[in-house]
């Protein structure tokens, strides 16, 4: 069972926001069922939190979470995801990396750890989402 860590998730890890303890709980049950992986949106969006990448891989294995490139089925995904929600009348706003973290998740892993703010079960119907 692959898990994609969503940025929500491990930015409320890395400053113990509140609720932090029941995230931590909830992937390391989820790395006891198979990996755990994010992909190159996530890790431009938690970046900035690090003095270099290096350190911020370091943090990534502490948490034993792989860094995975977007296959070319996900990216498409994503894109013809917000085409859908543009046609709707959704704004044109910075929901592509979203799409892309969430398409990322329904190709290339199993189900996604991530604070749903909506958008993941209308868009992303069949995504499973993962929370505490």
Not at 3 to 22: C, E, M, P
Request: aromatic share 10%; charged share 20%.
């Amino acid at each position: 069972m692959i898990t994609a860590v969503d940025t929500s998730v491990l930015l409320l890890i890395h400053k113990r926001q509140t609720g932090w303890d029941a995230w931590k709980e909830v992937l390391n049950r989820a790395v006891r069922e198979g990996p755990l992986v994010i992909c190159p949106v996530v890790f431009s969006e938690i970046s900035p939190g690090y003095a270099s990448w290096e350190v911020a891989f370091q943090d990534l294995e502490r948490l034993r979470i792989i860094y995975e490139p977007i296959s070319p089925d996900a990216a498409w995904l994503a894109g013809q995801v917000f085409l859908a929600y543009r046609k709707k009348g959704g704004p044109r706003q910075s929901l592509i990396p979203d799409f892309l973290i969430a398409a990322h998740a329904s190709v290339q892993a199993n189900r996604l750890a991530a604070i749903d703010r909506g958008y993941l079960r209308k868009y992303f119907p069949d995504l499973k989402i993962l929370s505490p």
